[in-house]
Each structure stands twice: as structure tokens, then as C-alpha cells.
């Protein structure tokens, strides 16, 4: 009987026999970044992303390691092993991570999305002996609506924000979020200013190929009124004073959660996310089909609870030291 290890590691997966590490939060020799989040990313001696992904990691960090490109559906050839990305969803670049080994299939979503997107194309289920799924929005309570319906109301609280004599500000991540709230917004010719964090990162997904409705950046002439974009952390005295009275969204899964609007400290809130909700995680598990299926990250441990009672084999990766493929 031969076993073969996989690890909780350093913030990420870790496969002994490969030398390779899956998103790890600390400097490794070898590495898969899944995409360009700043916590997926470090500076490894060697890592593998996508394209888009290298390209948005190198405009927010262009001091790393050697970070080699790498196409969806091209193979690499490492060490007692073959890496081949898929698209994941979650943002421009985003990849799922196949690792073909003599003793089975492994995959790693990373952070995973499978409904369609304005800036990604949604994950795809990928046949595999071994599941390392991503489990951020893992609890029964995470199933969001119709991402249709959450853009229509909150276009329709942009439109009442404005017609009050106010800016509304949308809060989003500079990376990802703030890009498919611009996408969302095209058909309303509406006035469009964004963070310069955000605008600089929409420039690159510009640059990769993405379009979008016109947009300025925040902090040069813009017309009034305008809708915001910026992320989330922004400090809202400044905006002040460039937008005068204001108010604020926030755009994310934890929106589900209604403590969230007291807690943000916001004016609304709307369940956009880019991530997966609970029962496309499920499901995902349920379609790849593989013998085992291991949680990480996120409700790891509620997620492979509920993939049990639905028929499957589950296990959080970090509860346990080592874990198995005969």
C-alpha cells in the first residue's frame, strides 16, 4: 500500500513528494499563486500563476521572486508530477490548480466562484481522486440571491442616493469586486469615479482585455453627480472632501449576515460576492466526484459536515497532520 501525503502548511497545501506548495501565506521555494489577492500572495523563490494573474500580482507587487506564466490548460512538468490550471471565477486570473500524480488527481480550487461573472469565467468542475475545496461561505445560512436582482437594487439605491443630493460610494475590493461593480453599472449611464487604487487595478484589467463603461479617477475634475467606487478601507473623512455628503454600500457575501450594516457602519449593504455560496460549494464537491474531498479555509469544518450528510467523503485538510490517497 502506498500513501500519499497532503498537508496543511504555512497558511496552504502543501504535497511533500512534489515540493510544491498551493498558496501558501509565507515565502516558498516552490509555489502556485491561485490569483492575485494579497493573501495568496508571497515571495516565493519560484511560483506559477496565470497570465492575468502575473500581471495584476506584478502592478501591486513588482518586487517578488521569479513568477512564471502559465495558460489555463497548459501543463507543467515538475517534480513526480504535472500542475495544469483552470479558470476558478473568483476574479481576472483566478485558477484552479490540477496536480496529476502517479497515484492519483488532486484538485485545488482556491478561492472559487461558479456562477457566471463580467470578468471571469466561472469555475468548471474537473474530475479528480482527490477535492481541496475552499470553504469561505461553507454554512447553509450563505445562499445568495440572484446576482441580477442584487445589482438591480442596488443600482435603484444609487439612483435614490443621488436624487437626495448625495454621492453614493460603493465599498468593494480594488481587485475583482470593484471591477464587476464598474461592469455592473454599464447600462445606466451613470457618472463613474473610482479610488485610484481602484482605478489603477481596472486599468490592468483594461490592459488584459476587459471593457468597460467610461469611468474617471477620483481625485481629478470629475463630474457631478457621480457614483463611487472605492475599496473598502478608504478613509471616509477624504471622500469628504472630494465628494461632500455621501453614502455608503457594502458589497459582499457577508451580507447575508444583518449584524453587517451596524458593523461596517454603512448606509446598505447588498450580498455581492466572488466566491461560491454554500450550495454551489456542494454541489462543485458533489460534481467532481472524488473518493475524498478535503475543506480548507473559511467554515471548513461546517462545509465537510454538510458534504457528508450528502452522501460524501470529508474531512477539514487542517484537522488533521496527514492525509492519505491509497
Same mark, same amino acid.
Given at each position: ?45 519560484? !511560483? ?9 500580482? #506584478?502592478? /501591486? ?25 483552470? =479558470? ?38 474537473? %474530475? ?14 450563505? /445562499? ?13 439605491? +444609487?439612483?435614490?442616493?443621488? *436624487? ?41 484589467? &483594461?490592459?488584459?482585455? +476587459? ?23 478608504? &478613509?471616509?473623512?477624504?471622500?469628504? *472632501? ?28 447588498? %450580498? ?9 460549494? +456542494? +454541489? ?10 478535503? #475543506? ?16 460524501? &467523503? !470529508?474531512? =477539514?485538510?487542517?484537522?488533521? *497532520? ?5
Amino acid at each position: 500500500m502506498i500513501a500519499y501525503p497532503i498537508l496543511w502548511e504555512s497558511g496552504g497545501v502543501y504535497l511533500p513528494e512534489q515540493h510544491l506548495w498551493l498558496d501558501p501565506r509565507k515565502p516558498r521555494p516552490r509555489a502556485v499563486i491561485s490569483h492575485a489577492h494579497s493573501d495568496h500572495v508571497a515571495n516565493h523563490s519560484l !511560483a506559477y500563476a496565470t497570465p492575468a494573474t502575473r500581471r495584476l500580482v #506584478t502592478h /501591486r507587487r513588482p518586487r517578488l521572486g521569479t513568477l512564471e506564466a502559465v495558460n489555463y490548460g497548459q501543463p507543467i512538468a515538475l517534480e513526480r508530477c504535472r500542475v495544469t490550471f483552470y =479558470p476558478a471565477g473568483h476574479v481576472l486570473g483566478s485558477a484552479q490548480s490540477l496536480v496529476e500524480t502517479d497515484f492519483g488527481r488532486i484538485l485545488y480550487t482556491g478561492d472559487l466562484k461558479t456562477r457566471g461573472g463580467f470578468t471571469s469565467a466561472p469555475a468548471q468542475p474537473i %474530475p479528480a481522486d482527490v477535492l481541496v475545496l475552499e470553504s469561505t461561505f461553507g454554512k447553509p445560512h450563505y /445562499r445568495f440571491p440572484d446576482a441580477a436582482e442584487v445589482i438591480a437594487a442596488m443600482v435603484s439605491w +444609487c439612483k435614490s442616493v443621488l *436624487d437626495g443630493g448625495a454621492t453614493p460610494v460603493l465599498l468593494g475590493y480594488s481587485l475583482g469586486k470593484g471591477q464587476e461593480i464598474l461592469s455592473a453599472l454599464a447600462a445606466e449611464g451613470l457618472t463613474i469615479a473610482l479610488h485610484p487604487s481602484s482605478f489603477g487595478v481596472t486599468e490592468v484589467y &483594461r490592459e488584459l482585455g +476587459c471593457d468597460f463603461p467610461p469611468y474617471e479617477r477620483l481625485g481629478e475634475t470629475v463630474r457631478r453627480p457621480a457614483v463611487v467606487i472605492s475599496p473598502p478601507a478608504v &478613509r471616509r473623512h477624504g471622500l469628504f *472632501d472630494q465628494v461632500g455628503e455621501f453614502k455608503t454600500a457594502a458589497l459582499t457575501g457577508w451580507a447575508m449576515d444583518r449584524s453587517l450594516k451596524d458593523r461596517l457602519e454603512v448606509d446598505a449593504i447588498f %450580498p455581492l460576492s466572488d466566491h461560491a455560496d454554500f450550495e454551489e460549494l +456542494c +454541489c462543485y464537491a458533489e460534481q467532481v466526484g472524488a473518493s475524498m474531498t478535503y #475543506t480548507v479555509l473559511g467554515f471548513d469544518e461546517e462545509l465537510a459536515t454538510h458534504l457528508r450528510r450528502r452522501g460524501l &467523503r !470529508a474531512k =477539514p485538510l487542517g484537522a488533521v *497532520d496527514q492525509l492519505r490517497l491509497f
